[in-house]
């Protein structure tokens, strides 16, 4: 069955950044995008981007251009998204998803 | 952005009443396709969304079918015909038909 395992969760520094992975089995990795999504409590559900697995290709939410960097590894059908310049209002809990399938979803805390 | 708009916040039902929620949007899903892309998820408590219903009224393989979906445009309902103990958690309403992605802010179904 299609399973997307995350990475565990992350304490990070204002002003520095973190990487998330996803990690994808199940299915043929590079047959579907992958999206990343912000939750929290007070914005609630964000949706950040996706990045096609196959090309490599991606698209961002404006508000999160230049904050978000999707790259994937076909070899380990992982993707990853990286944060920087992280502030207090990046924590949140992100989730990897393809189409309907969610992660468990990844803390990160910004705190000094 | 497309803005999604749940109400109620809040339901607090007992076993076996019904619910409904409301989603509308600010601009029509009715996408060039056809197909409106309007699609509803439950995240129950401590853990990740998962996908209840698509394009409007069609349900997943795993979702009983006391769970409906119906609406166009602009104005869209989740119904449950009677509430069981297991569908406690948030109820979200999401738009894929207008980039970027938006949820709505969630409906939580408590049980009595």
């Known amino acids: 069955q299609v399973q997307l395992q995350q990475s565990g969760a992350e304490l990070a520094k204002p002003g520095s950044s973190v990487k998330i992975s996803c990690k994808a089995s199940?299915?043929?990795?590079?047959?579907?995008?992958i999206s990343w999504i912000k939750q929290t409590t007070g914005q609630g559900l964000e949706y950040i981007g996706y990045i096609n697995t196959g090309s490599g290709g991606t698209y961002y939410n404006e508000k999160f251009k230049g904050k978000a960097t999707l790259t994937v590894d076909k070899s380990s059908s992982t993707a990853f998204m990286q944060l920087s310049s992280l502030t207090p209002e990046d924590t949140a809990v992100y989730y990897c998803a393809r189409s309907v399938y969610w992660g468990q979803g990844t803390l990160v805390t910004v705190s000094s | 952005d497309v803005v999604m708009t749940q109400t109620p916040v809040s339901l607090s039902l007992a076993i076996g009443q019904p619910a409904s929620i409301s989603c509308k949007s600010s601009q029509s899903l009715l996408g060039t396709s056809g197909k409106t892309f309007l699609n509803w998820i439950l995240q129950r408590p401590g853990q990740s969304p998962k996908r209840l219903i698509y394009?409007?009224?069609k349900l997943y393989s795993e979702v009983p079918d006391r769970f409906s979906g119906s609406g166009s445009e602009t104005e869209f309902t989740l119904k449950i015909s009677r509430v069981e103990a297991e569908d406690l958690g948030v109820y979200y309403c999401?738009?894929?038909?207008?980039?970027?992605?938006?949820f709505g802010s969630g409906t939580k179904l408590e049980i009595k």
């Open positions: 999401w738009q894929g038909t207008h980039f970027p992605l938006t």
């Open positions: 199940g299915y043929t990795f590079t047959s579907y995008d």
């Open positions: 394009q409007v009224s």
